[in-house]
Nanobody, 116 residues
Framework: QVQLVESGGGLVQPGGSLRLSCAASGILFSIYDMGWYRQAPGHQRELVAGITAGGRNTNYADSVKGRFTISRDNANKMVYLQMNSLKPEDTAVYYC?????????WGPGTQVTVSS
């Protein structure tokens, strides 16, 4: 059974930082591309950051470039999203995604709220 479980969300003030974690099980983690997506109320789910299976290549939404960093630990089946200089517009539910061909798995999401 495939499971992706996010953690690390919460309430943070503008300018603050959070680190999201995603623990994977039930998949051969090291061959999956991983990504972080987010969905704010009234908006479509969007890609925030992605990282290839080997960790060599990453990509980011323009809105988070220079502030967010995605990384992975294949030995421990973890993927992370370091979020710095957070803005109110970063408020959303953040989802972990594992993708390989037509296989696509999602976690239940973790809420991030940026507010003073």
């Amino acid at each position: 059974q495939v499971q992706l479980v996010e953690s690390g969300g919460g309430l943070v003030q503008p300018g603050g930082s959070l680190r999201l974690s995603c623990a994977a099980s039930g998949i051969l983690f090291s061959i999956y591309d991983m990504g972080w997506y987010r969905q704010a109320p009234g908006h479509q789910r969007e890609l925030v950051a992605g990282i290839t299976a080997g960790g060599r290549n990453t990509n980011y939404a323009d809105s988070v470039k220079g502030r967010f960093t995605i990384s992975r630990d294949n030995a421990n089946k973890m993927v992370y999203l370091q979020m710095n200089s957070l803005k109110p517009e970063d408020t959303a539910v953040y989802y972990c995604n594992a993708g390989l061909g037509n296989r696509n798995y999602w976690g239940p999401g973790t809420q991030v709220t940026v507010s003073s």
